[in-house]
């Protein structure tokens, strides 16, 4: 649901991406949304993500480093701050310093609608454990 609201209570801030492209935030690939598992242990409900980046779009943070871009293809459409015939371009593989700030847009938010469907589920949890 935080997905398809866009936040709740309070909506995220879009990404560049999102506003670029008129996509959704954090759902570009839905990865992080599908990676989503909640585990149920003794008395205790855990919810998490081992996506990498899930941490960063949770809480927030800034990127401050430099990582290795492999080589690959890119579409163009302008040169010089020109517009130019589109083409696709090879780009040598190289080194790119990233240094920016990630709002914080916390995905793993449970709100007080959500309680009648965690009691649900882990009924149906329980039932299956004791078939």
């Known amino acids: 649901m935080n997905f398809r609201k866009q936040g709740r209570p309070q909506k995220w801030k879009p990404s560049q991406r999102a506003l670029k ?3 959704k935030t954090l759902s570009d690939t839905n990865i992080l949304r599908n ?11 855990t919810a998490g993500t081992p996506v990498i980046y899930g941490r960063i779009h949770q809480f927030g ?3 401050n480093k430099t990582v290795n871009v492999k080589e690959h293809e890119r579409k163009i459409t ?23 700030v990630i709002e914080e847009r916390p995905f793993l938010m449970l709100q007080r609608e959500d309680v009648k469907n965690i009691i649900r589920i882990a009924k149906e949890e329980v039932a299956a454990v004791l078939r």
């Open 21 to 23: 492209q008129g996509g």
């Open 61 to 63: 943070g800034r990127i």
């Open 78 to 100: 302008q040169a010089y701050g020109r517009r130019i015939r589109q083409r696709i371009v090879n780009v040598a593989s190289h080194r790119r310093h990233m240094d920016t």
């Open 35 to 45: 990676s989503i598992a909640v585990k149920m242990q003794n008395n205790v409900i």
